[in-house]
């Protein structure tokens, strides 16, 4: 896991789209739900895990709450949000303070209450049988450490890893998703719901043929390791810390007392990254609109890219001791500068089309 700080809810439109393609899918399953089974008494609690500074977590609770009170107008419900203690709370507490989940009226934005905990979701960080819904949106294919440092990218793929690179971290994400569906299991309570939207691997045979971000980015750190800019160790420190499961590894190592209750078709992102950062196709477009929107897209991916990642890698160049902040700085503006340059330049986009999303929703038996 990593934390999110500075400006990544300006720059998560991208997640917050697949998100949107989750909400019906979790909005079936609360057409099936018994709120009323609960006394009104005791807050409803909806636990997010990996909730970054927020802006991921809107849809999913808006979703509920709104269910919510179709059926106890005056239940009080409290959101637990969880990350890492180096999260950006602050930005969180703004962005909810703001306008409360978007949640029209004052009296249902009354009955909302918010806490934060500052613990890794891999471990129980809630009581016993406490929770009514979990959710987690883009969080869970950031595992809970580094496996090994990479030798050629930043990213474990089976294209750009040797095999016992790739094993390891298939390994770890394995242990992982079943240490977070054990922790989840202990603190829903019976009867109650866990929605994940996640990024998975959708085809392998697309998968290997490689994407143009990560030649770039890959591209970039190469040229600075030949320059003498970057050393070798320093490379294998900026590995990401992630894996993208399958549907099938999904469905696996799950809690006896747990059972999938839906799971969607992959949303694949074919389309998606144009639509959303470059607010159109950028292909359709007339000669001048297109060079426009490609610039918009570059430096949108781009923005997008580094608010996710910048301070994962801010941290591991400082840590090396060869740069003060003002050269880390440096360096990732450089970064930045290059992709979107590269992004910009190319004569067309190709995402990775072996990944997408997928929504899984779990409930807890009786």
């Known amino acids: 896991m990593k934390p999110m700080r500075g400006d990544y809810n300006q720059h998560s439109r991208l997640q917050n789209s697949m998100a949107g393609q989750g909400i019906p899918y979790l909005d079936a399953v609360l057409k099936t739900t018994d709120f009323k089974k609960n006394t009104e008494s005791s807050p409803f609690v909806i636990a997010d895990y990996g909730s970054a500074t927020g802006s991921n977590s809107y849809g ?15 239940r009080e419900v409290l959101v637990t949000h969880v990350d890492l203690p180096s999260t950006d709370w602050c930005k969180l507490f703004a962005l909810i303070e703001k306008d409360r989940y978007n949640l029209s009226g004052e009296t249902t934005q009354a009955k909302i209450f918010t806490s934060v905990v500052g613990r890794s979701f ?6 016993r049988e406490s929770v009514d819904i979990g959710i987690s949106t883009s969080a869970v294919h950031w595992l809970s450490k580094l496996p090994c440092r990479l030798s050629k990218s930043i990213f474990a793929s089976k294209l750009t890893t040797t095999e016992e690179e790739y094993a390891s971290f298939e390994n770890q994400a394995k242990s992982d998703w079943a240490t977070f569906l054990s922790q ?32 770039i980015i890959d591209g970039f750190l190469s040229q600075e390791v030949v320059s003498g800019n970057l050393t070798v160790e320093e490379r294998g420190e900026l590995t990401l810390p992630m894996y993208l499961r399958t549907t099938k590894d999904l469905e696996t190592d799950v809690p006896s007392s747990l059972r999938v209750e839906t799971i969607s078709p992959p949303f694949k992102l074919d389309g998606l990254f144009e639509k959303t950062l470059a607010q159109g196709n950028i292909e359709s477009a007339a000669e001048e609109e297109k060079n426009k929107r490609k610039e918009l897209f570059a430096r949108g991916f781009t923005n997008f890219w580094f608010a996710v990642n910048e301070e ?55």
């Open 122 to 127: 891999y471990e129980q960080v809630l009581p």
């Open 60 to 74: 999913p609770v808006q979703t509920i709450v709104t269910h919510l009170h179709q059926h106890q107008p005056n």
């Open 312 to 366: 994962y890698f801010k941290s591991k160049l400082s840590a090396s001791g060869h740069r003060n902040e003002s050269q880390v700085s440096q360096f990732i503006q450089s970064f930045k500068d290059y992709v979107a340059s590269g992004l910009t330049t190319l004569p067309e986009f190709r995402t990775r089309k072996g990944a997408g999303f997928v929504a899984i929703i779990f409930k807890k038996e009786d």
């Open 184 to 215: 989840r299991e202990k603190e829903l309570k019976k009867g109650g719901t866990l929605f994940v939207l996640l990024p998975i691997r959708i085809q392998e045979e697309e998968e290997e043929k490689g994407d143009d971000v990560t030649k």
